[in-house]
């Protein structure tokens, strides 16, 4: 009954390559999102979609490319994978957009290690 | 621009004595705050958020935190760890009129010893 899962847990590729993380929430969610936690745990935002609309593009390289089939489920392919791209990446999801006051469910994230 | 801080990087506290873990944040708009708890190698969980009303906030596994408007913090407590509280801990900020975009501080390890 996992309310945010993403796949896979650990990722670990060459530099160059291309990869995908996928995210799924069960909890009928409208916005999802984006994070990356770098090495000393800072938490970044990346990107959020509203019902499969984007509403959040930070200052990513656009290697990075989410992708929304539908509200329960975001995707972050990213292109040509570089050293500093190795953190681990949450996705998380809230109840509406633009409610600053919801919590944001968190799944349990993809350790990313680019060699 | 609006930021958070979280003051202490580590904090090292012994089973049972009282912790207070520091946040403040800069905003010249109304906010929404939040603690969040990761525990090694897992996601983040929410232990409490201040939205408006009363400035003390009770949230899970015994924590608390206040809400001090004129010195723009919101410190989190607990009057008694556990061994079972060590993780890290993140101060978050959301703007009322905003996408949701969360800003975190850069966490602050808690380190309970026996």
């Known amino acids: 009954d996992t309310a945010v899962s993403q796949t896979p847990k650990y990722l670990v590729t060459q530099m160059g390559n291309d990869k995908s993380i996928k995210c799924e929430q069960n909890?009928?969610?409208?916005?999802m999102y984006w994070y990356k936690q770098d090495s000393k745990k800072f938490l970044k935002i990346m990107f959020s979609?509203?019902?499969?609309?984007?509403?959040i593009n930070e200052t990513v390289p656009n290697r990075f490319s989410p992708k929304s089939p539908d509200k329960a489920h975001l995707n972050l392919h990213i292109n040509s994978l570089e050293l500093g791209d190795s953190a681990v990446y949450f996705c998380?999801?809230?109840?509406?957009?633009?409610?600053?006051?919801?919590?944001?469910?968190f799944g349990p994230g993809t350790r990313l290690t680019v060699l | 621009a609006q930021s958070v801080t979280q003051l202490d990087s580590q904090v090292p506290v012994f089973e049972e004595a009282p912790v207070e873990l520091r946040c403040n944040y800069s905003?010249?708009?109304?906010?929404?705050l939040f603690w969040y708890v990761q525990y090694p190698n897992q996601g983040l969980q929410l232990l409490l958020k201040?939205?408006?009303?009363?400035?003390l906030v009770k949230g899970i596994n015994g924590f608390e935190a206040e809400f001090n408007k004129s010195q723009t913090s919101f410190h989190l407590r607990k009057p008694s760890v556990h061994i079972s509280d060590t993780a890290e801990y993140f101060c978050?900020?959301?703007?009322?009129?905003?996408?949701?975009?969360?800003?975190f501080g850069q966490g602050t390890t808690l380190q309970v010893k026996p």
């Open positions: 998380a999801s809230s109840l509406q957009q633009g409610a600053g006051y919801n919590e944001q469910f």
């Open positions: 909890l009928g969610h409208d916005t």
């Open positions: 979609y509203n019902n499969k609309e984007l509403i």
């Open positions: 905003s010249s708009v109304s906010v929404y």
């Open positions: 201040y939205l408006s009303g009363s400035t």
């Open positions: 978050a900020v959301s703007f009322s009129s905003n996408t949701g975009k969360l800003i």
